[in-house]
C-alpha cells in the first residue's frame, strides 16, 4: 500500500507544479485511472488513497471486455469514462458503462452511438477524439475546425449526443517540442471552434501529463503512473 500511496502522492505533485508553472489551479484538473488490466480491488485501494488526499478521481476503461469488474466498485459512486479504441459493434456496452465517452473519432461511431443512446432513451456525453500527432497508428478526427464543427453538428442534430470536448493522444516520440505542439493544437482547436458548450479538453497521460497540463488539459488520464507498468498475463 506505501508503494501505491507513494506513486499517487509522485502524481499529485507532478500536476500542482505543472499547474502552478501554467499559472492554473491543480483543483481544475480531473484525473481519469486508465484501468485497463487492473483488477477492481487495485482500482479500490487507488480510489481511497486518493479520496485521504482530498481528491475525487474518475476511471477510464479502454476496453469493453473490462467492463464487468467495474460493478464491484459500484458503491463508490464514481465518475465511469470510456477511453479506449471503441468498436462500433460495443456501441450499447460504452453507453451503459460511462458517463462521458472520450474516443469518438469518426461519423460510423457517431451514428451507432446515437443509435444505442436513443434505444436507451438517454442522452450520451462524448468527447470528440482529433488526430493532432498526424500519426496513422492513431484514430481521430483530422484536427480541422470545420471537420469538427461539422461532427458537432450532426451530433447536435441527432439530439442524443452532446459534444462536450476534444480528446488527443499526444505524439509518440521524445522529441518534446512536438508531443507538446500535439496538444496545444487541441487548445488551439477548442478555441478556434468559440463553442461554449465545448470546453473540456481530454490529454495528457503518464508519460506527457505535465505538457498538458501546462497546454491547457481539463481532464487527464493516467495508468501507469499510478499502478505501476501493466501485467498483461493477469
Do not use: W
Not at 33 to 62: C, M, P, Y
Not at 81 to 105: C, E, M, P, Y
Amino acid at each position: 500500500m506505501s508503494e501505491l500511496a507513494d506513486s499517487i502522492d509522485q502524481v499529485l505533485d507532478r500536476i500542482a507544479q505543472a499547474a502552478q508553472r501554467a499559472g492554473r489551479s491543480a483543483e481544475d484538473i480531473a484525473i481519469v485511472l486508465a484501468t485497463k488490466t487492473r483488477t477492481a480491488d487495485e482500482i479500490r485501494a487507488a480510489v481511497e488513497i486518493f479520496s485521504e488526499r482530498g481528491v475525487r478521481v474518475g476511471v477510464g476503461e479502454n476496453r469493453a471486455q473490462e467492463i464487468a469488474k467495474h460493478a464491484e466498485l459500484e458503491d463508490l459512486g464514481l465518475t465511469r469514462h470510456f477511453i479506449g479504441r471503441l468498436q462500433t459493434n460495443k456501441a450499447r456496452d460504452a453507453v451503459r458503462f460511462a458517463d462521458l465517452i472520450h474516443s469518438v473519432d469518426r461519423p460510423g461511431l457517431i451514428d451507432a452511438l446515437e443509435r444505442r443512446a436513443d434505444n436507451d432513451g438517454v442522452t450520451q456525453r462524448i468527447l470528440l477524439q482529433v488526430n493532432t500527432s498526424g500519426e496513422d497508428t492513431k484514430a481521430g478526427f483530422a484536427p480541422d475546425a470545420a471537420v469538427l464543427k461539422d461532427a458537432i453538428d450532426r451530433c447536435r442534430d441527432g439530439g442524443t449526443l452532446t459534444v462536450e470536448g476534444l480528446m488527443t493522444i499526444g505524439s509518440h516520440t521524445g522529441d518534446e517540442d512536438e508531443v507538446r505542439r500535439s496538444l496545444r493544437d487541441l487548445r488551439i482547436l477548442r478555441e478556434d471552434l468559440a463553442d461554449p458548450a465545448v470546453r473540456e479538453l481530454s490529454m495528457g497521460m503518464t508519460h506527457d501529463l505535465e505538457q498538458a497540463v501546462e497546454e491547457g488539459a481539463t481532464i487527464i488520464r493516467v495508468g501507469s503512473a499510478v499502478f505501476g507498468e501493466r501485467n498483461y498475463t493477469k
